[in-house]
Nanobody, 121 residues
Framework: VQLQASGGGLVQAGDSLRLSCAASGRTFNYYTIGWFRRAPGKEREFVAAIRWNSGSTYYADSVKGRFTIARDNAKNTVYLQMLSLEPEDTAIYYC???????????????WGQGTLVTVSS
């Protein structure tokens, strides 16, 4: 399984950004794709996840209402649409796959390389 995260960049507070996670190497019909982030000096934290076959989603409270996770089956890609970005959202964002829905990083067994999001105030 290969996961390629992209779409990060430098934006200002209040701006939007869309991250992509392109998946290859395995059928994802029965998997969960999640986004995690690691801010400077902080622990890795769960952001959002989506169940590939059902489309059901799960969000961290800190991003609920601002971030939306979605999938494109034809492109084997999961997106994280981020609105109203705040400086506190600055982090390296990683996508990962897991056999079931979870907000626990250790459940995820394949990880992408990460993409940096920097939000200036």
């Amino acid at each position: 399984v290969q996961l390629q995260a992209s779409g990060g960049g430098l934006v200002q507070a209040g701006d939007s950004l869309r991250l992509s996670c392109a998946a290859s190497g395995r059928t994802f019909n029965y998997y969960t794709i999640g986004w995690f982030r690691r801010a400077p000096g902080k622990e890795r934290e769960f952001v959002a996840a989506i169940r590939w076959n059902s489309g059901s989603t799960y969000y961290a409270d800190s991003v609920k209402g601002r971030f939306t996770i979605a999938r494109d089956n034809a492109k084997n890609t999961v997106y994280l649409q981020m609105l109203s970005l705040e400086p506190e959202d600055t982090a390296i964002y990683y996508c990962a796959s897991a056999p079931y829905m979870s907000d626990t990083a250790t459940v995820y067994n394949f990880w992408g390389q990460g993409t940096l999001v920097t939000v200036s105030s």
